[in-house]
């Protein structure tokens, strides 16, 4: 069964930092590139960061870029995500993403 858990998410004030986590199983994970998606109260979901299945290639939409950190480790089917330089629209539930399924999400507030 494909199961993808994601952790680290709580309330931070703008300009901390957050680093969440995604740890999967049920499939190879090694074998496929991943993403993080978010959806902020109200709005539909937003792509924010993606990586190809051996860890050497990343991208990042344009609102995260050089603050968002996307990595992983293969041998122990982890995902993660660095979040430096918050903004309060950064808020928003963060999913771990594959080709197959969506994680449960973690919610990320950035307020003071």
């Known amino acids: 069964q494909v199961q993808l858990v994601e952790s680290g998410g709580g309330l931070v004030q703008p300009g901390g930092s957050l680093r969440l986590s995604c740890a999967a199983s049920?499939?190879?994970?090694?074998?496929?590139?991943m993403n993080w998606v978010r959806q902020a109260p109200g709005k539909g979901l937003e792509w924010v960061s993606g990586?190809?299945?051996?860890?050497?290639?990343?991208s990042y939409a344009d609102s995260v870029k050089d603050r968002f950190t996307i990595s992983r480790d293969n041998d122990n089917h982890m995902l993660y995500l660095q979040m430096n330089s918050l903004k309060p629209n950064d808020t928003a539930v963060y999913y771990c993403?594959?080709?197959?399924?969506r994680g449960q999400g973690t919610q990320v507030i950035v307020s003071s």
């Open positions: 993403e594959s080709p197959l399924s």
């Open positions: 990586i190809n299945s051996g860890g050497s290639n990343t």
């Open positions: 049920g499939f190879r994970f090694s074998y496929y590139g």
